[in-house]
Each structure stands twice: as C-alpha cells, then as structure tokens.
C-alpha cells in the first residue's frame, strides 16, 4: 500500500487510532526529518494495521495539530470494516498532518530547489519547514539575494497537482526565477521523487494487516483482548511507551470512559498549577488507593477485578490528589515539581487522604503533614526508586486504611525514620539544606517556583561571588559551592553581570531585598568571603528550621532508638 493510500484511508475514516494508542508527541523537526528521509528514498519502518467490525472506541486522526487538542472517542457502533493502529501511529499521524493538515497553524512547504549533494550525510539534504504562507512568501521574495537558491512552495498544493499541472508548473518557475541548468534538473527531479516517494513505492514504508480480508464473523478474527496483548508485546519489546501509557491504554480498554476520565482530570488539575501532576502520577495513586501497590505493573491489569478495584476508588482518589494539590500550594507554599524533589513524595499523602473519612487533614496533624512535605522534599527519599519507595512508607510507616478510618493520624516521626533510613539525614542542618539547594533558595526569597510569563524574569540560580574569581583565589570547589554562596536572581540580570564584583552588581538592588536574601552588603568583599558564607549558612538554617518548622530537636529520638 502506497503512502497516498494510506493518507487517502485516514482521510476517508477507513484507518483510525484505537482508544490505547498514545498522543502524538512528534515535533515538527522529527516531521521534516521522515520527509526528508523519504525523499532519499530511505525506508522509514511499518505501519501495523488491525481490520476489525468490533464496536470498540476509536478515534479519527488528528489533521491539524495543536498541542492542547482534546480527543473525541466515538465507538464502531455500526460494525463497519475499519483498519486501527497498532504500531506506526506517529509516521501515518506525521504524515497526514504533513499532506493534509497543519502542524501549530502552519503548514508543511517544500524547498523545490533543495536537495544538493552533501558529504554530511547525517544533515537534511531537501527542505522541508513548516511555515505560515506570510513566512514563506517572505522567504522566496528574498530567495535571489542568496548564492543558494531556495524557493518554497506548499506540499499538500504540490502533490495533488496533475501530471500536466507539475510540468506546467516546471516551466513556469523556470522562467519566473531565472533558473540555471542545475536548478532546473533538481526542480525536476525533486517533482518526480514526490510522485514516486508517495504513490510509487510502496517499500519506504510497508505495512502488514492483521486479519486482513476474513469475513466479520471468521472463529479465525483476532479479538480486541488479543490485539491489546499484541500491542502490549509490540511496547514492552522496544519500550516506545511509557508504563503509564501502558496502563492507560489497557485500562481504556476495559473500562473506556477513562479515555476521557484522565485527560479530563490532567488538564483541570494542572490548570493555573506548576506542579505538572503527569499520567505517570495519577496512575501511581490509583493503583495504591486500589490496594495494588504503587509499582505500575500493567500485568496487574489481565485481571478484570482489578480494574473494577480502580474503577471504583477513581473518584475517591482524584478528589485526594486535589486536596494534596492545594495543600502543597496553599500551606508549602510550593508550586514547582522541581522544588519538591520529585512529584512521587506526595504519593503517601494521597493514599492517606483516600482513606480519611472527610479527605482533608485534620488541623492536629496539618503542621505535620507540612513538615512531612518540607522533610521530603529536602532529602529526596522519593526522587529514586519510584515504584517501591512510596509503597515502603505506606506499608510501614503510615497507620493502615483501619487505623486511619478508626482516628488515627499521620505522624511526621515515621516520616523522619524513613528519610534516615532512606537518605541518611538526622538533623536540620546545612547538609539537609543544601540537598535541595532550589527549594532552599526559593523559601528564603519567598518565590513559589510558579509560572514567569517574562523571559527575562526567569528565577536562575547563580554565585553571589564569582566562581572563577573564587577559583583565580584558591578557593576550593566545595567552599565555592556551598549554599551560602547561591542566591535566586532574574535572568536579564545573571546574563548582564558577568563576573562582576557583587559589591557593583548589586549596587542597584535594595537593602530591604538583599536581607530578604539574608545577604549582607557589608560583606561583599573577596577578603571577607568565608565569613559572608559561614554566616551566611547559618543565618540560613535557622531561617529555613523557622519557615518550614523542622528543628534539631525533632530528630532527637533517632538517637534514644539506637540505644
């Protein structure tokens, strides 16, 4: 089957997406690079077809694609023959927005004058860019002021153009344009390899059907539970999918309002939010308000029941993200997965907010439950081992769904043996600290990690004293690295200070701000540096011991266990 086949198929509804197929995640380079590929006349891989009447849930192929699309899912209801993806879904979604659609309101243009002889054959021989019809009329205007030619005309136009059409065309760009004879033979040849590349070569990109031409009723038809392993199989082999892609594809399956159930959840929860809550997350904690555990084990999901024990704690469960969710804000004050070490410490907070009988956190234990938060964040006891980590902390140091119905609270010492045990953190120190030198940073200056529309307001972080200054001094790397030595500044003004003196490029910046930051002006002296940062650092402890309520004397009973 030609590639025009295939495209005209889409087109027509023949060829459609099942409801386990991912997004489409290519970006616009990876498009030019398969066109530029098929150009050379390169095999791009397979497409595997599946030819059903089943009524399961599909959905049409996205022609003009922009990155907050919402799929619509519709169901065969009427039995028809379709044809639904099993592998290859992003070259035929790529190509289809290539010769049909539009990618980010721009369309796919085809430099019919490219394609010249390149000893780097790594990099793209003929142009293909997508661009708005403004951008590429502006682009042939200035073409004849280049030793190159280029002229750029719109694919989806070119490749519907008759036989006479195209000559037509060939020789009226020759003479509009003046063109050489070299020119001339690749405008032709680059007209021609579109004609064969996309309707004459069926090898670039070969496609196998699986059922293919059996009658509706065949005992030989595979069903839809044989196709979800063959896609299983097809992902786990080559892992082109993430496990909650897996996850949620079989689950769409058996339970198919989660195709629209998840998304849904996705957008609303990380609408106006910098957290970035993923599928990956969302899945996590539906498996352990489940009782699955949190390991994303998708052969857990052969099992019909166990799919009817998420299906049943979904709604539970999401309302205990959202609370999560706005304490995390409200009362942490945070509003960044990078602040908080990794999105997966909140993964026990959820599974204890599940089983809670109101879901929120009873005003005992909420300083707590913040200090818990704060404790995690810091020693990143959950950025490793995501699948076991979390489900350790609940098996053994969270009170059981009994207990916790029955009254009793979350305890931040568990918290504390666990993060020793896991990290090796016993105090509230400057090593604690310094882990998470961000959230450090951010807490002290007051910032919440939320979303900065201005470029140049970017938080970075960077050296109050120069590194290389310190370095040209004798200073060693980890006394110039040290916390104290680290303050949050907006983009424009780390671009612009270079390795300037602090004392002048802090010149401008108010007292009341620099204090905030705890940084003394009055120190701002390379003589003076290790007292800045000795004193610094310990003006840092304990402002973070008071911002965030964890003490030394929390830790005091670690000691009294090991006796």
Same mark, same amino acid.
């Not at 098929?38 to 009524?55: A, H, K, N, Q, S």
């Not at 704060?374 to 980590?389: E, H, W």
């Given at each position: ?5 295939? %495209? ?5 509804? !023949? %060829? ?55 799929? &619509?899912?519709?169901? #065969?209801? *009427?039995?028809?023959?379709? +044809? ?39 990099? +793209? $021989? ?6 708005? $019809? ?18 750029? &005309?719109? @694919? ?9 059409? &195209? ?27 579109? &004609? ?6 069926? !090898? ?10 059996? =009658?509706?009723?065949?005992? +030989? ?8 392993? %063959? @896609? ?151 950025? *490793? ?13 969270? =009170?059981? =769904? ?13 918290? %504390? ?17 310094? #882990? ?8 002290? *200056? ?19 004293? =120069? ?10 790397? *980890? ?27 802090? +010149? ?24 800045? #940062? ?30």
């Amino acid at each position: 089957m030609s590639i025009f086949q295939l %495209i005209n198929e889409i087109d027509n509804g !023949e %060829i459609v997406l099942p409801a386990i197929q991912r997004d489409f995640v290519w970006d616009t380079d990876r498009i030019e690079g398969l066109m530029d590929s098929l150009f050379r006349g390169y095999p791009v891989g397979i497409v595997l077809l599946w030819e059903t009447y089943e009524p399961i849930q599909i959905r049409n192929f996205i022609k003009d694609y922009r990155g907050d699309t919402v799929h &619509l899912f519709d169901y #065969n209801q *009427q039995s028809r023959r379709i +044809k639904l993806v099993l592998d290859g879904q992003q070259r035929l979604s790529s190509l289809y927005i290539a010769l049909k659609g539009s990618f980010g309101g721009k369309s796919l243009y085809f430099d019919v004058l490219s394609g010249r002889d390149n000893d780097n054959h790594a990099e +793209k $021989k003929f142009g293909f860019r997508f661009f708005t $019809k403004e951008e590429a009329d502006n682009l042939n205007a200035t073409a004849g002021e280049s030793k190159l030619r280029s002229h750029w &005309l719109r @694919f989806s136009e070119l490749v519907i153009l008759s036989p006479m059409d &195209l000559i037509q065309l060939r020789r009226k760009l020759t003479k509009s344009l003046n063109l050489s004879d070299d020119c001339q033979s690749r405008l032709e040849m680059n007209l021609s390899t579109a &004609l064969h590349a996309l309707s004459g070569n069926s !090898e670039l990109l070969k496609t196998q059907t699986i059922d293919a031409g059996l =009658p509706a009723k065949d005992d +030989k038809r595979k069903t839809a539970f044989d196709i979800l392993e %063959i @896609f299983v199989r097809i992902n786990t082999r080559g892992m082109a999918l993430e496990r909650s892609d897996l996850i949620a594809s079989m689950l769409r399956l058996y339970w198919p309002a989660a195709s629209n159930l998840l998304p849904t959840f996705l957008k609303e929860i990380n609408e106006g939010s910098g957290l970035a809550i993923n599928t990956d997350f969302v899945i996590r904690c539906m498996f352990s308000t489940a009782g699955l555990g949190t390991r994303l084990d998708f052969d857990l999901l052969r099992r019909r029941s166990n799919v009817d024990l998420l299906k049943a704690s979904s709604d539970r469960c999401f309302k205990a993200i959202r609370a999560v969710v706005d304490f995390v804000r409200a009362d942490c004050g945070i509003d960044s997965v990078r602040l908080l070490g990794g999105i997966n410490s909140l993964v026990p907070f959820v599974h204890y907010l599940y089983n809670t009988d109101t879901i929120t956190f009873h005003k005992s234990e909420r300083a707590d439950v913040r200090k818990a938060i704060f404790l995690f964040a810091f020693s990143r006891a959950f950025s *490793q081992y995501s699948d076991s980590r979390p489900q350790a902390f609940i098996r053994d140091h969270l =009170p059981t =769904p009994d207990r916790i119905k029955a009254g009793d609270r979350f305890s931040f010492t568990e918290a %504390i043996r666990f993060v020793s045990w896991k990290s090796g953190f016993e105090d509230a120190d400057i090593r604690m600290f310094a #882990n998470n030198r961000d959230l450090a940073l951010s807490l002290i *200056q007051r910032r919440t990690g939320g979303k900065i529309f201005s470029d140049g307001n970017q938080p970075e972080i960077d050296h109050i004293f =120069p590194k290389s200054e310190l370095y040209d001094k004798g200073l060693d790397t *980890q006394e110039i690295n040290s916390l104290g030595n680290f303050w949050i500044l907006p983009r424009k003004m780390n671009r612009n200070k270079s390795a300037a003196h602090p004392m002048e490029y802090l +010149k401008d910046v108010a007292d009341t701000t620099l204090a905030a930051a705890l940084i003394d002006r009055t120190q701002l002296d390379y003589k003076l540096f290790k007292r800045f #940062n000795r004193e610094r650092q310990k003006n840092m402890v304990a402002e973070l011991q008071k911002l965030t309520g964890i003490v030394t004397s929390d830790f005091e009973f670690l000691q009294e266990d090991d006796e």
